[in-house]
């Protein structure tokens, strides 16, 4: 069990890539505050873990629900003192929490500017200060000093595609901190990584009836990744067996970037 007794923080984990990282985590016995701004979800999740630790008491960890806005900077600090409060520690965060606007270079607004940028650099660049601040004032966990910190970066951090330049602006961006935040973290024992998901099959993308048939098609692997292919990645980047691997981003796209099809 790589995770016994190992604290985590994943933010937007109500659905989607950051459900299935929290499952994943807690069925591998790692204790986690599961985050999402609808405060419904966020309980209704954290209770879907509950029970399967309920099913597997000897080996897995325990879920708790901390509902919120993961790009407001107080909240953020409630996040990991929630974690430290309830469960003694923080050793891994995970800034999956993120969203997308459509729209060109003529038709984004400052406010939708404003609003991607708060979510997915703001929040992800303060989870991780609140994070590293907690890991090294504790004392050495069950892995020694430090932890790890992931970033949900994307595909379209590496290629372009249309009707996402503030998106995908922010997906860069986060991978060139990852690899900024290793001259500050490295020294305390501290890991920081990014994953860049391709298309993936979540609730959202499944509406679309055209989702699987195209992306598919212009899928070297022939299909796009499921939530748990991502999943598996994060944990193996947040986990001991990666302890030599810190400022690098993952691409998880079953091929994707290689050829740069465009999904049309």
């Not at 790589?2 to 984990?13: E, M």
């Not at 990991?80 to 997308?100: H, P």
């Not at 989870?127 to 601040?133: K, R």
Request: charged share 15%; net charge negative; proline share 5%.
């Amino acid at each position: 069990m790589l995770f016994s007794g190992q604290t985590a923080v994943i933010t937007g984990a109500g659905t989607g890539i950051g459900f299935a990282i929290a499952r994943a985590l807690v069925s591998q016995g790692a204790n986690v505050v599961l985050n999402d701004f609808d405060e419904a979800l966020a309980r209704q999740a954290a209770e879907a873990l509950t029970e399967v630790s309920r099913r597997d008491q000897a080996r897995a960890g325990r879920c708790i629900a901390c509902a919120g806005d993961a790009s407001e900077v107080g909240f953020i600090h409630q996040l990991v003192e929630t974690a430290v409060a309830t469960f003694g520690r923080l050793d891994i965060a995970i800034a999956n929490a993120g969203i997308t606007v459509f729209g060109d270079i003529f038709t984004t607004t400052p406010d939708a500017f404003q609003t991607i940028v708060n979510l997915n650099l703001r929040g992800s660049f303060f989870l991780a200060q609140a994070a590293a601040s907690q890991m090294r004032r504790q004392p050495d966990g069950v892995r020694g000093p430090g932890g790890s910190i992931l970033f949900m970066s994307s595909v379209v951090g590496h290629l372009g595609h249309p009707g996402l330049p503030v998106y995908s602006m922010t997906k860069a961006g986060l991978e060139m901190l990852a690899r900024q935040l290793v001259i500050d973290l490295s020294p305390l024992g501290i890991t920081v990584n990014a994953i860049a998901p391709g298309a993936t099959l979540t609730e959202r993308t499944l509406d679309d009836p055209t989702y699987v048939p195209i992306w598919s098609r212009i899928t070297p692997m022939g299909r796009p990744a499921t939530v748990e292919d991502i999943a598996q990645a994060a944990l193996f980047l947040v986990s001991p067996m990666s302890r030599h691997i810190t400022g690098q981003s993952l691409v998880v796209d079953g091929g994707w970037t290689s050829v740069g099809i465009p999904p049309v």
